[in-house]
């Protein structure tokens, strides 16, 4: 198993998919995808373009939401509410751990929010490598599963907390989170 490095992404970011892109996310419900909301930092806008081009490789639709037209070009309560409900509206909340979401008072809020919100194994941490091979994430971040990528697989796949051999393939995962 290996952590998803951040170059992989910003390849990824790079990338157009070859099939129809969904940009509402009750398109992608009626159209049997998985929705997952990403909390990560604007900082890495770049990595979560590329982990959103990866994951419609998967059936996978992300919402990101600097992507969402509707929200207000200044965060405030109307933020918020917004990110509330689009997080209890996804079948799965992503983390994308990085070093600079494990700084973001936002992410550490909208995970804390999920926490509260959401089933336990609805919550997924993404463990970032960066370029220089530092690992980033923390020990709350342990409580959670991980997308990670089984040795061997271009697929991603999801494993419970400090297990690295039980995990299941993420389509597979995310077709139970549908039910």
Request: contains cysteine; positive net charge.
């Given at each position: ?65 600097w992507e969402d037209t509707a929200m ?46 959401k089933p336990i194994d609805s919550i ?56």
């Open positions: 198993m290996a952590f998803i490095r951040q170059a992989e992404l910003r390849t990824y970011a790079s990338r157009q998919p070859a099939y129809e892109i969904f940009h509402k996310m009750q398109e992608a419900k009626a159209g049997g995808r998985t929705t997952v909301f990403l909390s990560h930092s604007h900082r890495d806008r770049t990595l979560a373009l590329g982990l959103k081009n990866k994951l419609k490789e998967q059936d996978v639709s992300l919402y990101i939401d207000p070009d200044q965060p405030n309560r109307e933020t918020a509410g917004r990110i509330q409900r689009t997080i209890v509206d996804c079948a799965i909340f992503l983390f994308l751990a990085t070093q600079n979401s494990l700084t973001s008072r936002w992410c550490s809020w909208e995970i804390g929010y999920a926490d509260g919100k997924l941490i993404v463990p970032t490598v960066d370029d220089q091979g530092t690992y980033h994430g923390n020990e709350y971040l342990q409580l959670y599963r991980r997308l990670e990528i089984p040795i061997q697989r271009a697929e991603y796949g999801v494993f419970p907390p400090g297990q690295t051999d039980s995990g299941v393939f993420l389509k597979e995962y995310s077709a139970q989170m549908r039910r």
